[in-house]
């Protein structure tokens, strides 16, 4: 009963909303992934001018009001009620929960450390979209998908002196409930446009941004900056909305796990970014890691 029920399912899927060709939804998750590889470097650039709890809280009120308009402007319907706690684990992880955890982080750790830390997330979202879709991936994938995050782990773990920190407790939280979301978001990606779906996420926790921003910034004091300004500007609207439309949509064409492997090139684009942006050190185990997970990349993309 329950195989009967899955394939049906899924044949309703494929009926409402046909995948995208898999290079296209391959390529958009990777731009997708070089969006996101700029947010911790933005984020540091954020906390120049506010602190953690109004940097979240206001890059949520921005990407929601852009969000908002799009949807206004092109007269989407409201969600079907059955998409509405979906829609929620995706505001909760992606929205909310993610960025502020990270963002805590960022206080007391580099942005090249964080960076290494999250890279565990493809492996993360692939377990949580197994245990939440029913899907299988291949013994092959998943030597794969463990072989790269144990690169990353060994990088982070040389790079810290062995030592776990308070920000590391952060970030292993943030990748918890952002594989969630990212799973309730490839999930809905595959009924309804990928944008839709940050986009309603992000609409759906519009009150919760009002608010916190109207008490954080309260209690935070605020110190404007050029780089304060764009790094709230990017997380708003370049991660928080056009990275994740991107993600989803890519997600629905080539499936979660596939999808979540790209990102395991993104730490590695991000200690770039940390390097240019930042002037922050870079440590001589980062080629060697690159390589590593480009190879893991290209073993998960063909099985």
Known sequence: MRAQSSATDTSAIAVTAPREPLFMGTGQAAVGVVAFSLTFPATAWGLESFGPWSLVAVRGVLAALVAGACLLLLRVPLPEARHLPGLAMVGIGTVLGFPLLTTLALQTSTTA?????????????????????????????????LAGAAAVAVFTVTQSGGALTRADVYLFGALLVCA????????????????????????????????GTALALGHEPVRLTAHGIAGVLWVAVGSQFLGLLLWYRGMAAVGIPRASQLQLAQPLLTLVWSALLLGEHVPAAAPLTAVAVLVCIAVTQRS
Not at 136 to 141: A, I, L, N
């Open 113 to 145: 450390h964080a960076a290494v830390v999250v890279g565990l997330l493809p492996l993360t979202t692939a377990a949580v979209s197994a245990l939440r879709t029913g899907v299988r991936p291949s013994r092959r994938f998943w030597t794969a998908a």
């Open 180 to 211: 969630a979301g990212y799973t309730e978001g490839g999930r809905l990606a595959r009924v309804m446009p990928g944008w839709q779906v940050i986009g309603w996420a992000l609409v759906l926790c519009l009150p919760l941004s009002v608010l």
